[in-house]
């Protein structure tokens, strides 16, 4: 094993994992701090909090999701439900040689994070959620729920459930498509009120169909750009889409754990324009409940969905200052 990094130092490596393989970009040295990403993304939408977080005396971790990036992509569909993601975290840790660890997760990377220290909590001593809140397991069937929210239009999430669908669409331009769907739901190129919802597909077309025209949002460089797309031309975008593929498998899954709180002290960050936080509003407002060892919560005023990307002082700000407050890690 590689010695420990340097704050300036970014170590890529392959542990072993029930996935086959899990790559990670490790910089830092100090108690573990654990980063997934959500859709579609990779370890790359960490890169502001990597140094950050090294400079403040952790050792920060950021994974690609198994079905992303250089990590193992398993053929199987079911490979990709949540227990299978949250077993691949728990040996990660464990391949890093560590015992516990600070698990903080975004977007579909959130729901992993949580699920990891719901059913782990000797593991993840302390779980930050970014952009999408904390919703206790239970609830209606997810794709009979995605199902009633579209109306005479299609819910994106139901979109992207029928495999092969949401490939054909994306894989014959995927620089294109990401930009376009970046830029829908950044805060500075994202439609404006009045304009179709760019998470909902009229019948018959596309996405893409409402992606906004022009130019990229300010947080994306061609060069980051170039990173994301160069990955997932090489992987395509089938390992990705099946996280939405196993929604109900989860749900039968965690049918033991329906309701239950996260009980770990906890860190909420979400954009004030983002849909997630607007349609997740009463997820939020149950936090006193389903939250209980909350002791951090911010709504970014003016900022989307990329919170870590779209306002990255401020969100390494608030991480690093919760951080240092845990008295698990200080």
Known sequence: MPHAARATDVIHRLVPAPAGRIHL??????????LVHGFPECWYSWRHQLPALAAAGYRAVAVDVRGYGRSAKPEALDAYRMLELVADNVAVVEALGERSAVIVGHDWGATIAATSALLHPEVFH????LSVP???PGGPKPSEAFARMGGPEEFYVSYFQQPGRAEAEIEPDVRGWLAGFYAALSADTMPGPGAPDPHFVAHGGTLRDRFPAGRPPAWLAESDLDVYAGEFERTGMTGALNRYRNMDRDWADLADHTGAPLTQPSLFLGGALDASTTWLADAIKAYPTTLPGLRSSHLLDGCGHWIQQERPQETNRLLTDWLAALPEIA
């Open 134 to 136: 904390y919703t206790p």
């Open 126 to 129: 302390a779980v930050g959620l």
């Open 25 to 34: 970009a490790e910089q830092g040295a100090g108690p573990l701090v654990l």
